[in-house]
């Protein structure tokens, strides 16, 4: 059981100089218009941003994370609750990762067998323990739309050998994920691994595909990388997941990798990468990325952008952002996700449009010409 039916996808634009390609997912809470981005409520929550807001600012699906959402507030409340869209007040589709990535940010607190993982609790040090059962039980009981199979993430750092094991030990937990997999209103999708060994990416794609997913996910990209090794390891994998199927890379959110992603033929991104750069005071614009602290904002009284639709470009200056990045404001932090989601939604509805039009290649050389290099940030 894999969900199957809970997922309908359709491609229905392709553009003709790249692999860009704009579809429909349609998912129980709801359809996503694609190639599109989710932003990342790890424990339950975009941080910064009431999910009111965060409709609003074009996102149409959202990602939570199992591991911490099993250590707080745990699965069975969560399940008591109605379910985590009830419980985060979240209306639309949302995805749960299956604890993979922790695999790899916790490696100093765990340790891996082919059996699963074993962590010490970044909280109080206790014992978890997360096997590719465990994570779909979890995910089973969150209730998300999506959810996915375990895997092993090696870092970027990790040589042949290490990133040869964690590529069998990913399939061998995707195949246990499946067999776990009890709710047929949820799509499982499959982790491809491999690194930057373009022969492992392959073997992996073939490993996955086998067992017939309703999505696929190309992981293990963004974890230490150069961005030209992400995107070959991105270019090669996605033409080898079936065409039919929606394809997911994992942990990617930089405006100019989105476009790149997207000319590869990836139709879903997520990143923690414009929520945690809104609340340190990088804030994204057609022109690049500002550091809001900057003594030159000090008397800039236009937005940040005269374009952009959102709250905090309508109703307040640059010069009042940067006052209330300077003087530690919560509303900063509020005022900026709100910007930087809206400018990344606002980007790949730009995308979609392009694609349907047959000039997706024009539309990203055009977006890449103006975007400068992002600004330094002062702590």
């Known amino acids: 059981m894999l969900g199957e039916g809970s997922l309908r996808f359709s491609v229905t634009a392709r553009d003709a100089a790249t692999a860009a390609r704009a579809g429909l997912l349609r998912l129980p809470h709801g359809s996503v218009d694609t190639p599109a981005f989710m932003p990342v409520g790890t424990q339950g929550a975009v941080k910064a941003i009431l999910p009111r807001d965060l409709a609003e600012t074009g996102a149409q699906m959202v990602l939570a994370n199992t591991y911490h959402l099993a250590l707080r507030p745990g699965q069975d409340v969560v399940r008591e609750a109605g379910g985590l869209h009830r419980f985060m007040a979240w209306e639309g589709p949302i995805l749960t990762d299956s604890g993979g990535f922790q695999v790899f940010s916790l490696a100093s607190l765990r340790e891996v067998t082919d059996e699963g993982v074993e962590f010490r609790s970044h909280l109080d040090g206790g014992l978890v323990r997360l096997t590719p059962e465990r994570s779909i039980e979890i995910q089973n009981a969150l209730g998300a739309d999506v959810v996915m199979a375990l895997d092993e993430c090696p870092p970027a750092t990790a040589d042949r050998t290490q990133v040869e094991r964690a590529e069998q030990r990913t399939a061998c937990w995707a195949e246990r994920s499946a067999a776990a997999h009890r709710r047929e209103d949820q799509a499982l999708f499959g982790i491809v691994q491999g690194g930057v060994y373009e022969d492992l990416r392959r073997l992996s794609a073939a490993q996955v595909t086998a067992l017939g997913f309703p999505g696929y996910a190309i992981g293990g990209v963004s974890v230490g990388e150069t961005p030209e090794s992400v995107r070959a390891a991105v270019g090669a994998t996605a033409p080898l997941l079936p065409g039919d199927r929606p394809r997911y890379v994992m942990g990617v959110g930089g405006p100019l990798d989105l476009l790149d992603m997207v000319a590869a033929g990836v139709d879903l991104f997520d990143c923690v990468l414009p929520t945690r750069n809104a609340r340190n005071g990088a804030l994204f614009t057609g022109a690049g990325v500002l550091n809001m602290r900057n003594l030159a904002h000090a008397r800039d009284f236009k937005p940040l952008e005269d374009s952009c639709p959102c709250y905090a470009c309508r109703r307040f200056t640059r010069a009042y952002l ?13 005022l ?3 910007h930087n989601l809206t400018f990344l939604q606002r980007l790949l509805a730009g995308a979609r449009e392009a694609i ?9 050389e055009a977006f890449q010409a103006g975007f400068a290099a992002p600004a330094a940030l002062d702590d």
């Not at 300077?326 to 932090?333: F, I, N």
């Not at 349907?356 to 990203?364: I, K, P, V």
């Open 322 to 334: 940067r006052h209330l990045y300077t003087r530690g404001e919560m509303l900063a932090g509020m």
């Open 336 to 338: 900026g996700t709100i």
């Open 356 to 364: 349907a039009a047959g000039r997706y290649a024009t539309f990203r």
